[in-house]
């Protein structure tokens, strides 16, 4: 007699493979298991769902998976109205890891398509960086491609800033501001691929040399930092908003509250940078608003005017010796 030995192989599918992104929403009971709103991928690199509804006001959010274990956003519930009957369809752009939440998903609505805004929005007619203008700078994809684009004139000439926003809210970033420069005649094509979340400007404005920055700030006396301080901010130069450039203290032993670093920007950068600073070992970050400025390449070095943490000062201390207090320490201060 012979014996056949039958050899099973398991194979091993991620739960998300077998479950499958999806909407949910006030439209399905908010269940992440309902399969009739599934999302599938297409040929673009972006998963879609088209579905006929009723009238009326809904509300949704993604999920990466059948259950809600963590993997569902955006943070706030997505929403549209519908006046009357009509089909719905969602764009969404799953991340570097589908399945996974990390921060890098996109969603929107085909009854909220992108929109162009920044301060040239009162330029055609509307108010400048209003998310919600649905009439001058909405975005459209006739080719079917998942390119969204508006073109328009803009004038005056003159630089301006722009970023594109989804839903008609701030609920998702699709990056950093854009900058561009319009002469004023000439059509300004503004394309958002939803396959990368990329945003490109025919006019945009970049530099044509690279400039070694120079960023300098103090920690007042009332303010203490443990170990490293550290600038980041919105260019890669500057990790992205990411752990960011440790500083160096040009003068411990006279002003050793101050911290410098140079920074390199390559050429093709987007000229506009907004940054912040961390202390205790790069940890804590300032509370205030965000410091911004404009890469200057008339010159290949720039150096910034000197930062205060949290703008609790107006001045920062250079690295010149201290002048002994009373009369005598400033008469020996001018004979040195």
């Not at 400048?128 to 909405?138: E, L």
């Not at 920007?265 to 940054?275: I, L, M, Q």
Request: hydrophobic share 35%.
């Amino acid at each position: 007699m012979r014996l056949i030995a039958a050899i099973v192989i398991a194979l091993v599918i991620p739960a998300y493979v077998l479950a499958g992104p999806s909407i949910v929403g006030s439209m399905q009971g908010w269940d992440p298991a309902d399969p009739a709103y599934d999302l599938a991928i297409n040929g673009n690199g972006v998963y879609v769902l088209t579905t006929s509804l009723l009238a009326g006001f809904y509300e949704y959010k993604v999920t990466e998976t059948d259950a809600w274990d963590g993997n569902d956003w955006p943070g706030t519930n997505q929403s549209f109205t519908l006046a009357a009957d009509d089909d719905v369809t969602w764009f969404v752009n799953l991340g570097a890891t589908a399945g996974v939440k990390e921060g890098d998903e996109y969603v929107f609505h085909s009854m909220n398509p992108p929109i162009v805004v920044g301060d040239m929005q009162s330029e055609l007619g509307g108010s400048d960086w209003d998310p919600c203008d649905t009439v001058n700078s909405v975005m459209s994809d006739p080719d079917l491609d998942d390119v969204w684009e508006f073109t328009a004139v803009i004038a005056p000439e003159g630089d301006y800033q722009c970023k594109i926003a989804l839903n008609n809210n701030w609920d998702q970033s699709t990056g950093d501001n854009v900058s561009f420069h319009s002469d004023g005649v000439t059509p300004v094509t503004f394309t958002y691929d939803m396959s990368n979340n990329t945003t490109t400007i025919s006019s945009q404005v970049v530099t044509q040399q690279d400039v070694l920055v120079t960023f300098t700030m103090c920690l007042p006396d009332s303010v203490d930092s443990f170990f490293d301080v550290c600038v980041t901010g919105s260019h890669p130069s500057l990790t992205n908003w990411g752990f960011g450039i440790v500083m160096g203290q040009p003068c411990p032993d006279i002003q050793p509250k101050l911290w410098s670093v140079d920074v390199l920007f390559p050429a093709g950068s987007d000229p506009f940078v907004e940054y912040k600073y961390k202390k205790d070992d790069c940890q804590t970050w300032e509370s205030t608003w965000n410091h911004s400025f404009d890469i200057d390449d008339s010159a290949p070095t720039q150096v910034l005017a000197a930062d205060v943490w949290e703008y609790l000062g107006t001045e920062c201390p250079s690295c010149t010796s201290p002048v002994e207090d009373s009369s005598w320490g400033t008469i020996k201060s001018i004979y040195r």
